[in-house]
């Protein structure tokens, strides 16, 4: 049973169009999390949500909108899709207390903009 | 949170033990030590993490120096699915704010185990 599921996988699309990308987590955690791995590999934390509150937005452009409807779903929905929007995007959850630099990550999502 | 520098990649016979070196010489008196590896097409995985004392779990080992300013992860009888990127990260225990759950991650040790 996958403890952090993203869907979709693979999402190709075009330029200018609007795209979602969902997450789950069964693990029972409060807060979760949006990382992007761009093309050189760097992985940087872009939201992060504890119990549907946003806590971390990283300066990240606001056609990106996460949206947690419960504290086990956290989705990122990315208007007017740019060619620099193509990376790997991860979800990721933790508990919210006791040490917090354990993260459970996803599989991740591949967003690749035509 | 503390800067971390990892050589760029690592060979490994399989079988042998992998000794990953990670060097954080401005690491602060609150600021833990973690390790995460991410294997291809997958989300990276948490391994272990330390604050001076030496950990062991079911996966690795880490080794932090007296003074802290260096660890090493130690991967005791590597095997081909160990081949990952290895990411030593520093950061500060129970980071609360905007800081919490943010990991730096720099560019990582990519570990080549062979057969």
């Known amino acids: 049973d996958t403890a952090v599921s993203q869907t979709p996988k693979y999402l190709v699309t075009q330029m200018g169009n609007d795209k979602s990308i969902k997450c789950e987590q069964n693990l029972g955690h409060d807060t979760m999390y949006w990382y992007k791995q761009d093309s050189k590999k760097f992985l940087k934390i872009m939201f992060s949500?504890?119990?549907?509150?946003?806590?971390i937005n990283e300066t990240v452009p606001n056609r990106f909108s996460p949206k947690s409807p419960d504290k086990a779903h956290l989705n990122l929905h990315i208007n007017s899709l740019e060619l620099g929007d193509s990376a790997v995007y991860f979800c990721?959850?933790?508990?919210?207390?006791?040490?917090?630099?354990?993260?459970?990550f996803g599989e991740g999502s591949r967003l690749t903009v035509l | 949170d503390a800067k971390t520098t990892q050589p760029t990649s690592m060979d490994c016979a399989e079988g042998r033990a992998a000794n990953l070196p990670c060097n954080h010489s401005?690491?602060?008196?609150?600021?833990?030590v973690y390790w995460y590896r991410q294997i291809h097409s997958q989300g990276p995985q948490y391994i272990i993490h330390?604050?001076?004392n030496n950990e062991t779990n079911e996966m690795a080992s880490l080794i932090i120096t007296e003074d802290r300013k260096s660890s090493t992860l130690i991967l005791p009888h590597a095997t081909l699915r160990d081949t990952a990127v290895y990411y030593c990260i520093v950061r500060v225990a129970s980071a609360g704010g905007t800081s919490y759950g943010k990991l730096t991650f720099g560019q990582g040790t990519i570990l080549t185990v062979h057969p």
């Open positions: 401005t690491i602060s008196g609150n600021e833990y």
């Open positions: 330390g604050l001076k």
């Open positions: 990721a959850s933790s508990p919210r207390t006791g040490v917090t630099g354990e993260l459970f």
């Open positions: 949500y504890n119990n549907k509150e946003l806590i």
